[in-house]
């Protein structure tokens, strides 16, 4: 049941940020907009609390690349950052192979690290 809430949680964020992004497009891999940096935060926060249940200080990347915004991914990283959170394997792939040019980067607590 909470698997079917948090669905149509995230359906209703895409139908809200999809018609947005049609019309202004992702901005490519110089500068992203306020408005999809304040989307691809919100939509990391959802995830994090979404998985309330799970232990996330390993750093996993939550998502390689958010429905309606997919130049976005979502991370977790160590507050403060520790040099595990700096190696490249430990990085959303999509983020290191340059499919993705701008991320979100939260606490396992789902705090905000960083997004850019």
């Known amino acids: 049941m909470r698997l079917v809430a ?24 110089s500068g992203a907009s306020q408005s999809d940096r304040d989307k691809a935060i919100a ?15 390993g ?9 309606g915004l997919s130049d976005w991914a979502v991370d977790v990283a160590h507050d403060p950052r520790q040099a595990v959170d700096e ?6 792939a999509s983020v290191r192979a340059g499919q993705v040019h701008h991320f979100v980067e939260l606490t396992p607590g789902g705090q905000l690290i960083r997004a850019q």
């Open 87 to 92: 190696v490249p394997t430990n990085q959303c």
């Open 43 to 57: 939509a990391a926060k959802f995830l994090v609390a979404g998985r309330a249940n799970r232990d996330l200080s």
């Open 6 to 29: 948090i669905a149509l949680v995230l359906a209703a964020f895409i139908a809200g940020v999809l018609p947005a992004v049609l019309v202004t497009g992702c901005g490519g891999g």
């Open 59 to 67: 750093g996993p990347c939550l998502s390689e690349s958010l429905p």
